[in-house]
């Protein structure tokens, strides 16, 4: 996965990776058997988070992007150590339950599985609980639609985290990852 100019991931520098990686699954687990959530796609802004990764990173954003099959393509994207792009990229694919089952597509991360849930999700916002992993602590996150929340929104968001038995316990641990620029 290169980097364009300026220290930016291009599109075309990482499109023959997503697509190398999406073939690398096979037919049998491609079967979705439900539909993916039409407000969860497109592109996120973690604004608010429990989850210690967020802290090393900086303008974490995370966009979905239904895939023809079913499956969803999951595109974390950030910066860290001086402005360094990172990027992970997984496929999602919805459970029984309504949760999402998420595998890594890229070397390092093929063997790495989590399962996550969408709390509650409105048009600019959305919260997001993530199941315990190998890697990670189970924990929470709030997008955005832009790199801040509204204003506004703060009062609602917590009322929908204090609301929800899987959000509540982490309302204490929630701090705000750094968002320096503008939306790209």
């Known amino acids: 996965m290169?980097?364009?100019s300026g220290g930016r991931a291009k599109h075309g520098d990482i499109l023959p990776t997503i697509r190398a990686a999406l073939a690398w699954e096979t037919v049998d687990e491609m079967n979705s058997p439900s539909e993916p959530n039409?407000?969860?796609?497109?592109?996120w802004y973690i604004v608010r988070t429990s989850l210690p990764l967020w802290r090393r990173w900086q303008n974490p954003s995370v966009t979905y992007n239904?895939?023809?099959?079913?499956?969803?393509?999951?595109?974390?994207f950030g910066t860290s150590g001086g402005q360094k792009p990172r990027l992970v990229l997984g496929v999602d694919r919805v459970?029984?339950?309504?949760?999402?089952?998420?595998?890594?597509?890229?070397?390092?991360?093929?063997l790495t599985s989590s399962r996550w849930r969408v709390v509650h999700a409105e048009q600019d916002?959305?919260?997001?609980?993530?199941e315990k992993t190998l890697f990670t602590p189970e924990g929470i996150d709030v997008y955005a639609r832009a790199p801040r929340l509204a204003a506004d929104m703060d009062e609602h968001v917590a009322g929908a985290i204090a609301a929800s038995k899987l959000a509540a316990p982490f309302a204490d641990a929630l701090f705000e990852p750094v968002h320096d620029a503008a939306p790209e």
């Open 2 to 4: 290169g980097c364009g």
């Open 38 to 43: 039409p407000t969860v796609t497109g592109r």
């Open 66 to 76: 239904p895939l023809p099959d079913g499956r969803i393509l999951d595109v974390v």
């Open 95 to 110: 459970q029984p339950d309504g949760s999402y089952r998420w595998r890594g597509l890229t070397p390092l991360t093929r």
């Open 125 to 130: 916002w959305a919260l997001t609980h993530f």
